[in-house]
């Protein structure tokens, strides 16, 4: 009589694998451990369990609360240097109006000494130069221009350097720079940036992704407030190149660029500016009312606290030259981008 074998004869390691799961040698300790009256396995109830268990949860625990008390520590000095800038901040507007209070004074007594002396045309060439220096406000006319970055690009065409803020559909110093400059040559006569006043001083940089004038930094939309005569500079402003610059800035990059007139804009006095020197004249070298000064300046008919009319509004070319940053009016256009 032949033995028929298993159907399962040539796989002896997986059937003993199957049907003693358990080591042997594990097997006889547990068979050693019901002998002596004990489980055959220990329990995981055990105290050197539960110990173990509590140890490494202390631990744990330890570990958060250092992290969470350094988180903690980086936060309350991040708060700390907030308040000390907020309330820094907060001091230096209250200095600034008490100064601007002192500069009013000053005019004020200055006027009343100058007036009866017969010295009237100097009082009036001393307000002119005040307007073009930018150290007084300025109300008038004139032409609103109004810059954002361009809406975000989602899908596979987005732009990659827009995620570290500084891709193509971003306002950029130079942006600020050209606009101005084409402002200048248009005829205006007083020019601010979101309430900064430019000045023979002022500065337009791009540091990091802020845009500073004079050192404060600019937040978006970007507004550029131009006072001078409405139809002239518009006509002047939107025939020049830079009128096809800005242009370019839309059609290209997406940047939304609003330009419209207002018949009653401000533009804010600027900071006291700083006395690098002063030398006595002579007696013979002070001018009188009718001598001519040996440096033309420019004298807008806008003028702090009166309205002007649009139709006195015209400047020469000489604000253009001084208001501008240094090395602002060789700034070079943005290449010209095809348009997806």
Not at 245 to 274: F, Q, R, W
């Amino acid at each position: 009589m032949s033995i028929t074998p298993r159907p399962d004869a040539s796989m002896g390691l997986i059937t003993e694998l199957m049907e003693r799961p358990l080591e042997p040698s594990y097997a006889a300790a547990a068979h050693r451990r019901v002998e002596a009256g004990l489980p055959p396995s220990t329990s995981t109830r055990s105290v050197t369990i539960v110990i173990i268990a509590l140890f490494v949860g202390f631990v744990l625990a330890v570990a958060a609360l250092s992290l969470r008390s350094s988180t903690s520590v980086v936060g309350q000095a991040r708060m700390q240097l907030i308040d000390q800038i907020t309330a820094r901040q907060t001091v230096g507007d209250q200095l600034a109006g008490q100064i601007q209070t002192l500069e009013k004074q000053i005019a004020a007594a200055r006027a009343s000494a100058l007036a009866p002396s017969g010295q009237s045309a100097l009082l009036a060439q001393l307000n002119s130069l005040q307007v073009a220096a930018g150290s007084v406000p300025v109300t008038g006319p004139g032409l609103l221009v109004t810059l954002d970055d361009a809406a975000p690009t989602k899908g596979s065409n987005a732009d990659p350097r827009a995620n570290g803020g500084f891709g193509d559909g971003r306002v950029t110093a130079t942006d600020l720079q050209v606009i101005t400059n084409g402002l200048w040559a248009a005829g205006a006569e007083a020019i601010s940036i979101n309430g900064q006043r430019l000045t023979t001083h002022s500065a337009i940089r791009f540091a990091g992704q802020a845009i500073l004038v004079d050192f404060r930094a600019l937040a978006r939309p970007y507004v550029v407030t131009a006072i001078g005569d409405t139809a002239t500079m518009q006509g002047a402003f939107g025939a020049s190149t830079v009128g096809s610059y800005v242009k370019a800035l839309t059609d290209n990059y997406g940047i939304p660029v609003t330009i419209e007139g207002n018949g009653s804009l401000t533009c804010p006095a600027s900071s006291v500016p700083v006395l690098r020197y002063a030398e006595p004249l002579a007696p013979s070298a002070v001018p009188t009312a009718t001598t001519t000064p040996s440096t033309p300046a420019a004298a807008p008919s806008a003028t702090s606290g009166a309205k002007k009319t649009g139709s006195a509004a015209k400047t020469t070319a000489s604000p253009s030259k001084t208001a501008t940053p240094a090395g602002s009016t060789s700034a070079a256009p943005r290449p010209q981008a095809t348009t997806p």
